[in-house]
C-alpha cells in the first residue's frame, strides 16, 4: 500500500473518530433541546379553549363568547339539557340558558370546587306566594336529613305549621331555582332578643341531591351572606358534625367552628351532636 495512502487512511480515521465524537455531542444537545421543547410545549400551546367555562368566566367571559370560541361545548349543553327535559317529561321549560343540574357521576365529587360545572340557576327571595313551593322541598328535606331540619310546629304540622312557613317566608328565605324548579333554599334571621340583635342565623340551607356539588348552596350562603352585612355583626349556625357537605360549604364562606353541641338532637336511641359556628362580618 502506497505510503501517502496509509496517511491519508490514518487521517480520515482520525477525522471520522473526531466527527463521531462531534456528532454525539450534538446528537446529545439535540435530545436535550427536544426534551426541552417538550416540557415547554404543552404550556406554550394552552389556548383559552383549553380553560373551563368557570375559568373563562372569571377572566370576564360572557356565555356567548366561550360557546364562540368552543362550539362544541354549546352543542354538548343542548343536547345534555334536551335528554334531561325529555327525561322529566316536557319540554315545555326549555330555554337557551336553561341548563339541567345533573349529577355528571361519582367523579365530580373528585374534582375542585373551582373547577366543578356551575349551575346557571336564579336566586331570588322567596315570599308567601311561594309557600307551595317551599312546603314541597321543605318536606322533602324533613324527609331525606330528619336529623337535620325539625321544628316543633312541624312537628305538629297542619295550621301551625303552615303558619310557621308563612313567617319565614315574610322575613328572608332565598330560593335557588333552576328551569323554574326551586332547586336550594337558605333562611336568615336576626336574633329577636333585644340585647343579640347584631347576631343573625342561618336556618333551613337545602339543596336537592340532584343540583349537589355544582355551587347552589355555596352561591346561598354568599348572598345571605351579603343581606346580613348591613344588618348584623356576626351570623350564626348549627350543623350536624355528619353534614361535610354543609361543613365545607360554610368554611368555604368564612365560618368558623366555635363549639359542639353535644346530643344536640336524639331519633330513637341515637343521638346527634352539632357543631356551632360562627362568621364574624367586617364592620
Ligand atoms: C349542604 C348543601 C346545602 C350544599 O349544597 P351544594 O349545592 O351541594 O353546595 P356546593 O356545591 O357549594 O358544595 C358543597 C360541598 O359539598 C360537596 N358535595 C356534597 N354533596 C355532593 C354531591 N352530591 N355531589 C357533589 N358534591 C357534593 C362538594 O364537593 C362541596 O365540597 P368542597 O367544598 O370540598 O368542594 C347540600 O349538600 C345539602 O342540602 N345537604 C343536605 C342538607 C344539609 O346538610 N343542610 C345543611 C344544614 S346546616
Redesign the pocket.
Known sequence: MPPQQTNITSATERDAAGLRLDFSIVLSLLRRYWRAFQEWRPRARLTLRDLSDRELMDIGLTRGEIDAISPERAIERLRDSTRTLWGRGGMRQATNSCRPLL?QGKE??MIS?AARPQADVEIRRLTVDDLDLFRDIRAE?LRT?PQ?FGSPEEDEGGEAMLAAYRRWLDGMVLGAFECGGLM?VAGFYVSPDRRSQHRGHIFT???R?E????????RLIKELLAHAEARVEQVH?A?LLE?T??I??YK?NGFEIYGTDPAAVRMGEATYDKYFMVRKLGH
Open positions: 349529577r365530580a365529587i370546587h328535606a336529613h337535620t336550594g340551607v337545602y339543596v341531591e343540583g349537589r356539588g355544582k355551587g347552589v348552596g355555596d349556625l350543623v353534614s357537605a354543609a365545607n360549604t368555604r
